[in-house]
Antibody
Framework: QLQLQESGSGLVKPSQTLSLTCAVS??????????WSWIRQPPGKGLEWIGY???????YYNPSLKSRVTISVDRSKNQFSLMVTTVTAADTAVYYC????????????WGQGTLVTVSS | EIVLTQSPGTLSLSPGERATLSCSAS?????LAWYQQKPGQAPRLLIY???TRATGIPDRFSGSGSGTDFTLTISRLEPEDSAVFYC?????????FGQGTKVEIK
């Protein structure tokens, strides 16, 4: 069974960089036909797709966040990462990593989520 | 930018009743999915390609629609169906979620 587990800094100061990692087990991040996304949810609000990494290494980002976001992969560790620069309180959210199915474009496996709070 | 509008915002129904949730998109796409999210949990995939049930999803959940208008129907509500339901659409390498419909069981 595929499992995803987020980890990283839970408290980030304004203007600094948020960094999270998603460890994938039970399957390879390099398997064809899948993408690997980051999705966030501010407290009490809805879901926002941040960006994704395709199995080829290509990345695509939400235009509203593109200037501040980088998604990268470490195939040796079977994990992918998220960096968001110059954070503000508006970036406070539960951050999820999720697997997407290519050709069908839905998210079938999700991590449990990790809360990141932006505060001084 | 694609906009997804879900209605109603909240639905309050009794066990055994039928729930009808709507999702309207500003652009046409066939890649529409529905998720259920309970408090403190990650979303769970219910429906993809507008009408295909995901593995292990009870048949009381069904999806329909095409183009820009989609519907999630829960035929006979059970107490454990209390949750927020989100639609999600894919187009041109971008994913968008609706704002959610909260289903309350009386």
């Amino acid at each position: 069974q595929l499992q995803l587990q987020e980890s990283g800094s839970g408290l980030v100061k304004p203007s600094q960089t948020l960094s999270l990692t998603c460890a994938v087990s039970g399957g390879s991040i390099s398997s064809a036909g899948y993408s690997w996304s980051w999705i966030r949810q501010p407290p009490g609000k809805g879901l926002e797709w941040i960006g994704y990494l395709y199995h080829t290494g290509s990345t695509y980002y939400n235009p509203s966040l593109k200037s501040r976001v980088t998604i990268s992969v470490d195939r040796s560790k079977n994990q992918f990462s998220l960096m968001v620069t110059t954070v503000t309180a508006a970036d406070t959210a539960v951050y999820y990593c999720a697997r997407g199915r290519a050709s069908y474009y839905y998210f079938d496996f999700w991590g449990q989520g990790t809360l990141v709070t932006v505060s001084s | 930018e694609i906009v997804l509008t879900q209605s109603p915002g909240t639905l309050s129904l009794s066990p055994g009743e039928r729930a009808t949730l709507s999702c309207s998109a500003s652009q046409s796409s066939s890649f529409l999915a529905w998720y259920q999210q309970k408090p403190g949990q990650a979303p769970r995939l219910l429906i993809y390609n507008a009408s295909t049930r995901a593995t292990g999803i009870p048949d009381r959940f069904s999806g329909s629609g095409s183009g820009t208008d989609f519907t999630l129907t829960i035929s006979r509500l059970e107490p454990e169906d209390s949750a927020v339901f989100y639609c999600q659409l894919y187009s041109s390498s971008q994913w968008t979620f609706g704002q959610g419909t909260k289903v309350e069981i009386k």
